[in-house]
Structure formats: C-alpha cells, structure tokens
C-alpha cells in the first residue's frame, strides 16, 4: 500500500479566495488552516496542495510570483508546526484544454506517481464543484468546504461530507 494523502486546493480552502491572487502581500491563510494541517501531518498522511492557476496564462502573475506566494504559504505554516508535501499548479487558461486543470486529474497522478500516493485511502478537500469531480474521478473520498465563494452552492454531485472549514475536514477523516 502507497502513502495516504490529503489533496487540498490552495484558494478558497488554504487561503482567502483572492481572484487571480497576483501580489505576495494579498495572500492570507484562512483561520485554523495551520492546525488543520499539522493535524493532518500529525496522522500520518502526505498533504499536498492542486491548485488551478490561470492568472499566469492571462498575464495577472508570473510563475516566480507564484512561486514567493507559496514560499509564503510554506513560512506561515511552518511556524505553527506544520507543512505541505508538495505543491503542483495548472498555468494554463481554461481554453488551452490541457490535462492538468482541475477538474482534470494529471496533477493528480503525477503527485501519485512522484509521493508513492494510494488514492483507495486518500482524501480531496476544496471548495469548488471542481475539486469534487476530480477526487470522484480518482476513487477518493471527497470533502467540500464552505470556506470559499461558491459555499457549496454549484455541487450537484455530492462530496463524501461538507464541512465549514479545512479543521472541521481534517478532523471528520481523522476520525473516519
């Protein structure tokens, strides 16, 4: 058996959905994202963040750019103890077609493939129909947060359960 992980997507359910987040200084995690996670890493399991980041295709941002915003994610979690395995991202515009964008799973298989991942006893948590689909599509269970603008109001396909927040999520599939 692989490692277990816990898929997260970054905007809406780590940190506050800022569209096209473009500047280090706007990027905020959400409250008690930090013991989520660490709990999550405290239970043995991978965390891993998708994420689906057009704003370089559209010119908002530069992938260097991205790269400080996660630089920052990773700083603000680890001084409260806790940390991400790994951080895969789409730069593509949503017309390119391409594989990697969510709900599409390429992402996905490459971090399988790269962290030894099983998905039969790993989780995708977001906030979006699309981050549902992809998990389903993997055969993971799947948490929808309300953390985000759509609140769960677009999911036609049920998550395995919705929780208010990322601390809620990770304590439902810590006691599963």
Known sequence: MGNRAVFLDRDGT?????????????????PSVSEAIKLLNQGGFKVVVITNQS????????????????????????KRGAHVDAIYYCPHHPDEGCECRKPKTALFLRAANQLDIDYRHSFVVGDMRMDV????A?????????????????VTD??????????????WLLNG
């Open 55 to 78: 704003g370089i295709a559209r010119g908002y941002f530069t992938e260097e750019t991205l790269a400080q915003i996660h630089q920052k994610m990773r700083g603000e979690l680890a």
């Open 138 to 154: 993997l055969g993971c269970k799947t948490i929808l947060v309300t953390t985000g603008p759509c609140r769960g109001k677009e």
């Open 14 to 30: 780590i940190a506050g959905d800022v569209p096209y987040c473009s500047r280090v200084e706007d990027f905020e995690l959400l």
């Open 133 to 136: 689909e992809a998990g389903k």
């Open 158 to 171: 049920p998550p395995d359960y919705i929780a208010e927040n990322l601390l809620e999520a990770a304590k």
